[in-house]
């Protein structure tokens, strides 16, 4: 038996928790040793309970183990342990750090990384800001870590993609199970250039405590978490804290005080939380150097006509009363009301409910 096959023998075992792996480590110095020994000397270990002896005792099968290891292999899975010179440096040096990892795809490599978390149920505003943060971070280097949820998870992961980039999803079951199922299409883009994590073993299936538990891992790979959007309380702000105790930089998208969506980043904010009002700030703070899509502002700049461009250029992200529009734009109002109609034909802007209106970044628009 390998280091690494001992590693994965001791973290498969059934009812043995990470704490108590890491005490017998610490004790006997190596999973190998703990292999090795009779079971008469494990019934002696007084810091494991009667139940823990007996699934260490039942699962010192080689046979079993070896057709574990197979499967793995089999499903192109990569188990890594904490030993591993694989593993990565930033998770190793968190508190709580997992005993290993299954990995399908790749493993985000040392060089800068952002977290993008917010709400499962975000607005239109919450996704527009998740994708375009995430392009541009994406385009200009910078690893995308989130965790396959519905809403902002998703859409940094997509913004990832979309700018050809890295990103990296960390998941509440094993990694051979996609959760939310809707999310399989990303799921499988994902593990085109960047990869699937998780600390529990295959066919682990998702369960509500293992989320919490799955945040500090996503933000122990990450250098800088943004929260996008949430709610006073929140799986994000679970997050936050973890990566506070962690060490790390929280910045927050601010938000309306009346929106509930932005309770919880306005707290943050109001606990020291950076405000972050653009892409480039993130990579300022990493030491990324930004470089512009010129091709996209050409774009930008082509794709709108003037009476077009003033009413676009009205809008944001934030929804919009026609009142305002009308109010602000230098047009007749039946020049405006006709350019609405026609950036919404484009797929451009969005009424989002009667007479209030949102745009749709060109940088997303195909």
């Not at 998770?91 to 709400?119: F, H, N, Q, R």
């Not at 995430?134 to 396959?148: T, Y």
């Not at 913004?159 to 890295?166: E, H, K, S, V």
């Not at 122990?220 to 709610?231: H, S, Y």
Request: proline residues 4%.
């Amino acid at each position: 038996m390998t280091e690494e096959e001992s590693w994965f023998w001791i973290c498969s075992i059934q009812g043995l928790y990470r704490n108590k792996i890491k005490n017998l480590i610490q004790y006997f110095h190596s999973p190998k040793n703990v292999y090795s020994m009779s079971d008469s000397q494990i019934k002696k270990i007084s810091l494991l309970t009667e139940k823990e002896k007996n699934s260490i005792i039942v699962s010192k099968h080689p046979g079993e183990l070896k057709i574990k290891f197979d499967k793995l292999k089999e499903a192109n899975i990569e188990f890594i342990s904490c030993m591993s010179s694989k593993f990565p440096r930033k998770l190793a040096e968190i508190p709580d750090a997992p005993c290993c990892l299954y990995v399908k795809g790749k493993i985000p490599e040392e060089k800068p990384s952002v977290a993008i978390i917010g709400a499962r149920n975000c607005s239109n505003y919450g996704k527009e800001i998740a994708i375009e943060y995430a392009k541009e971070l994406a385009a200009n280097g910078v690893q995308i870590i989130s965790g396959l949820a519905r809403g902002i998870d998703s859409y940094g992961h997509e913004g990832a993609l979309t700018a050809n980039g890295q990103t990296f999803a960390v998941l509440g079951c094993g990694v051979n199970i996609c959760y939310p199922k809707e999310n399989y299409p990303l799921y499988v883009n994902i593990l085109k250039s960047g990869g699937v994590i998780s600390e529990y073993p295959m066919n682990t299936q998702p369960r509500s405590m293992l989320f919490p538990e799955r945040n500090r891992i996503i933000s122990g790979l990450a250098d800088i978490i943004i929260v996008v959007e949430a709610r006073h309380r929140s799986g994000s702000l679970i997050t936050s804290d973890l990566a506070l105790e962690q060490g790390k930089d929280i910045f927050a998208v601010p938000g309306r005080i009346t929106d509930s969506l932005s309770s919880g980043c306005n707290r943050l904010i109001s606990q020291g939380a950076a405000i972050v009002n653009s892409p480039k700030e993130i990579m300022d703070e990493l030491g990324v150097k930004y470089v512009q899509n010129k091709k996209l502002l050409k774009k930008c700049n082509n794709l709108l006509e003037r009476k077009e461009n003033m009413v676009y250029s009205c809008l944001d992200l934030q929804p919009k009363s026609l009142e305002e529009i009308l109010s602000n734009v230098d047009l007749k109002n039946s020049e405006i009301m006709v350019t609405l109609v026609d950036l919404e034909l484009k797929g451009l802007i969005k009424e989002t409910s009667k007479n209030y209106y949102v745009r749709i970044n060109i940088e997303n628009h195909k």
